[in-house]
């Protein structure tokens, strides 16, 4: 499928976007070369990958992108997505962010939790020089320069020098017939020795025929900082999901990222780690499981560039029906970076003949005093293990239903938030069953896991009854 037309997005319609934005002359100009990557960028520019970009082409003439943000029926929109109980909690519908809730001891801390819009109006400098920082780089990625040439929404967080968060901030991001595209960006900057969790959760509540969803999302791990962040996409087969990731970790902080794969009908997803200072750490997990005719690009690089740096990646996928996955993953250790680890593995299972997945791991090593690993392996489901569970009294679906649970649990194990391990878990869950679960607040979500809850009770009331920043 054809690639390079993109007719529909023009330099007018970036002027628009900016202008209604009230934006400064720098952000446009910023969109403009944006626009134009887009437009001369092949889907994957290394000749390593080009073979596999079948598997997340798309045509982008099918969706348009709105000038303006969609106003939506908010109590409405989120019906039967929340119980009452969340708090420090984001609600974003369609492409609109309008609901921004914080507790007391939350904002106490200091810690800003901005539209993006608001943020480039607050703090323009800071976001200008973090845009020019980003991993998720516009310049080099055909559907980063797709987000930063024509996003409407998002959210900017800034952690203050010192500052602890008292609990993990929710996000959550609901489709429902959206009339454009949603693009969106978010933006965390941890300053020094500080501590941030992050969930972020994407759903369809309904569609009325394709729509897409382009994602960017960047996190600065500032000196001794630390930041665990989640992600949970959930779209149905209608949504075309674009992601594009980046983590800039400087000495001795230390970031966590985990992105759990298990809806839309075609995912897109780049990542791109930075460890930029001696100490740095980082552990990624992507955890995916496709069916019916899903296609899963997942691309991810994890480059050192100083000493005593730490990354590690690690990739798990089960494959139903006839879907497609393709994992691209390369660790790049710089020169000078001694004394450096880094582990990128991808294993994926299929369940059915007609499913495929591969795998591209690879090492670019300049220097020595190194430690360095990659491993990948796609394969069958053992029918040793499914016979040795049915001859223990299981049912066949139940058995391989606990095989492939078995599976994804040392990736989905070692997530740091307790809210998300758990959420993996139940969604994961779900989805050999066909259910499209969501996740609950944190109390019913552990209940339902059979975990204990929290022995402190919260009152139930109504989310969009309380104090919160309206942003229209």
Known sequence: ??????????????????????????????????????????LETSPLYKKYGGVSAFDPEQFSVADDEEAVDMRGHFEGFLT??????VLQ?????????????????????????DAISKHGSLIKDLLSRRLADPKTEKYAAFNAAFFTSGIFIRVPRGARAPSSLRRLLVTRNPSSSIVETTIIYAEESSKFEYLQEVYTAESQGPFLLSSSFDV???????????????????????SNEGASVAANARASLAT??????????????????????????DVFFCDGRQRFDLDANLVHNSPDSQGALTARGVLKGESQSIFKGMAKIRRGAKNSHSYIAHHAMLLD???????????????????????????????????????RGLPEDEAKKLIVTGFFEPVISRIPLEFAREGARFTVEGKWSGERRRLVDKETLLALTGEVPDQERHKSDDIFERHYKYRG
Do not use: C
């Open 220 to 242: 600065f791990a500032e000196s001794g900082s630390q930041v665990d962040g989640t992600s949970v996409q959930l779209l149905d087969d209608d949504g075309v999901y674009v």
């Open 353 to 391: 003949k007609r499913a495929r997945s591969d795998a591209i791991p690879g090492l670019d090593i300049d220097t020595n005093e190194v430690k360095a690993t990659h491993s990948a392996s796609v394969a069958q489901i053992d029918e040793d293990q499914v016979f040795y569970l049915e001859a």
């Open 1 to 42: 499928m054809a690639q390079s037309a993109v007719s529909r997005f023009t330099e007018e319609q970036v002027s628009s976007i900016s202008r209604r934005a009230g934006e400064p002359s720098w952000l446009m100009e910023y969109r403009f070369e944006a626009l134009k990557s887009f437009s001369s960028l092949p």
């Open 260 to 285: 759990v794969f298990l809806g839309g009908g075609v995912t897109r997803s780049r990542f791109n780690l930075g460890l930029n200072g001696r100490g740095a750490s980082f552990e990624g997990y």
């Open 84 to 89: 009452g109980r969340e708090t420090n909690i």
């Open 93 to 117: 519908g369609n492409s609109t962010t309008v609901h921004i809730d914080l507790d007391e001891r939350y904002a106490e801390t200091g810690i800003e939790v901005l539209p993006i819009r």
